[in-house]
């Protein structure tokens, strides 16, 4: 038998809409996330404030700074997806740099994102990153090390446009005399010094 | 950082489960709008940790849970909001009286529902509702299996209780002893 409460329940909780208006709009939000730019920033690291940005294949932007705005709408110019701010999603690479910023860590165990550079900036990073910490190269070295022994100048220039310094160690690589010449980030060549201390390089 | 290959991609389990976390949603809200934001924000939470879940976890418990924190924190952030009555009990041909009269019950039995301990409530709407094992609920809810059956079982005890002293009341009177019980 049916009793009034079980009957009242029925009436109230037995039918509920299809909601096919919200799964749909689910189904949009989920394509856009699997495809969106995850980002938070940290406001007090050694080397100042710093932006980090992660998408799908690993970490795609670091910025000097904390001008949120501007990060997010280069993100999303440059990669034509919406950036959300995120600490779960970007926490992993946080803790990695701080741990790196902190002498905690030599090495950092993440994907980088270098998809959307050229080839030769492309081939000027990877070959930056493959300099070990606590050594040094100059740009004539990267240059030659690409088969491109002439392009210095080229290289320095690509390494100024760095989108993920500290995780590319672009402040490995020095001017031939091992002068600190140039660092984008805050700070500038002080920050470059500053990370080479941190991994023991002898700086002239 | 991309999710474990071993594990469906965030989208499929979308697919698999978002009608039925849907549903379960608007069993505890039963207001669109609180509906719909608390359905987006509780997958929005799910995709974020989705990567660091367990390859091995019951995805659909996993996402139930969720879903249960995100609707208990929207619930206790609003007031109480008046019963969505389906189009067919507003307009079932019954006389007026009689309509107000079952409006009044259904709103007094909601409103008692609500005022279940929340783990009577979502196990009520878990087992009878959503047809969930009580091993499934006691997961979700973060209990044991005999807690969870225990939990539905006082949960209807507690409403019935209420109800039968109404009942027992004069019928004339009957709609407004419930409202008042249901207070």
Known sequence: ?204 | MGTSNKKPQFDILVDAHAAEIYRYIWRMLQNEQDVEDCLQDAFLKAYLAYDRLDELANFRAWLYRIASNTARTRLRGRLRTGILLSEELVDSGLPIEQQTQNHLRLEAVKNAVEALPHKQRESLILRKYQELSYEEISTILDTSVESARANVYQGLKKLRAQFEIADSMAAPNLAEEISEVGQ
Not at chain 1, 121 to 150: D, F, M, N, S, W
Not at chain 1, 154 to 162: C, D, E, H, K, M
Request: aromatic fraction near 6%.
């Open chain 1, 1 to 204: 038998m049916m009793d009034i409460i079980e009957e009242s329940l029925d009436t109230i909780y037995g039918t509920p809409p299809a909601g096919t208006d919200a799964l749909n709009r689910l189904q949009n939000n989920v394509q856009q996330w699997q495809n969106a730019i995850w980002y938070d920033a940290l406001r007090d690291s050694p080397v100042g404030p710093l932006l980090v940005a992660v998408g799908n294949h690993g970490v795609i932007a670091i910025e000097f700074g904390t001008d949120e705005t501007g990060f997010v709408r280069e993100l999303e110019a440059r990669h034509g997806v919406t950036a959300f701010r995120s600490m779960d999603r970007v926490s992993e690479a946080i803790s990695q740099i701080l741990q790196y910023l902190s002498g905690d860590r030599k090495l950092f165990e993440l994907d980088v994102d270098l998809r959307d550079l050229t080839d030769f900036q492309r081939k000027v990073l990877e070959a930056a990153a493959a300099v070990p910490p606590g050594y040094v190269a100059t740009y004539g070295e990267i240059a030659a090390g690409i088969g491109k022994p002439k392009s210095s100048r080229a290289v320095g220039q690509a390494l100024a446009r760095n989108p993920i310094p500290i995780i590319v160690p672009c402040h490995r690589v020095v001017a031939a005399d091992g002068s600190l010449t140039g660092y984008s980030g805050a700070g500038g060549i002080e920050t470059k010094a500053h990370l080479l201390r941190l991994e023991g390089a002898t700086i002239a």
